[in-house]
């Protein structure tokens, strides 16, 4: 196996490590009170009371990425 193979294996091998150490961590939290009013503070802040919708575009945001 060439030098930079190896380099390359064994820092993707690092960073999928570590990803996975992050997603358990995220699993183990819960959602507070304060995290729900948060989120809602946000919402309220980036909409659009005259039209309707979120900020600019897209103004109906696809339902995937509203992570609320």
Same mark, same amino acid.
Request: charged share 40%; aromatic share 12%.
């Given at each position: 196996?060439?030098?930079?193979?190896?380099?390359?294996? #064994?820092?993707?091998? @690092?960073? &999928?490590?570590?990803?996975?150490?992050?997603?358990?961590? !995220?699993? @183990?939290?819960?959602?507070? @009170?304060? #995290?729900?009013? =948060?989120?809602?503070? =946000? &919402?309220?802040?980036? &909409? !659009?009371?005259?039209?309707?919708?979120?900020? @600019?575009? %897209?103004?109906? %945001?696809? %339902?995937?990425?509203?992570?609320?």
């Amino acid at each position: 196996m060439e030098k930079g193979q190896k380099k390359l294996l #064994d820092s993707s091998e @690092k960073i &999928f490590r570590e990803l996975t150490k992050l997603n358990q961590e !995220d699993k @183990k939290g819960k959602i507070t @009170k304060e #995290d729900v009013l =948060e989120a809602v503070n =946000e &919402f309220e802040v980036i &909409f !659009d009371r005259l039209y309707g919708g979120f900020n @600019k575009r %897209p103004k109906f %945001p696809i %339902p995937t990425t509203c992570y609320f």
